[in-house]
Nanobody, 125 residues
């Protein structure tokens, strides 16, 4: 069974940084777009960032542009989310995701094929 294993979450003060990692077990996703979503308490899950299958195209939610950077290590199908200048409103469970189609440039919630289990990020003020 394919799993996405996330790591790097935790507690950080406002203005700090965290780096999330997501690696698959059971297979690779070198031809799939990958991304990150998040869900804050009492809110719906929302898109954060995605990266194309070849790592060339990246997309970000307006709320994180200029602060977060998504990247991937294609050979290992590992995706990273570098989060800088964190704010309390970034507090959420962050989910890694893999797109369901090959050679896509980006993913949205309607095109996710595999979800990670989530990792908690808490930003204190």
């Amino acid at each position: 069974q394919v799993q996405l294993v996330e790591s790097g979450g935790g507690l950080v003060q406002a203005g700090g940084s965290l780096r999330l990692s997501c690696a698959p077990s059971g297979r690779t996703f070198s031809n799939n777009a990958m991304g990150w979503f998040r869900q804050a308490p009492g809110k719906e899950r929302e898109f954060v960032a995605s990266i194309s299958w070849n790592g060339v195209t990246t997309d970000y939610a307006d709320s994180v542009k200029g602060r977060f950077t998504i990247s991937r290590e294609k050979a290992k199908s590992t995706v990273y989310l570098q989060m800088n200048s964190l704010k309390p409103e970034d507090t959420a469970v962050y989910y890694c995701a893999v797109g369901s189609r090959f050679f896509a440039q980006r993913i949205g919630q309607d095109s996710v094929g595999t979800w990670g289990q989530g990792t908690q990020v808490t930003v204190s003020s």
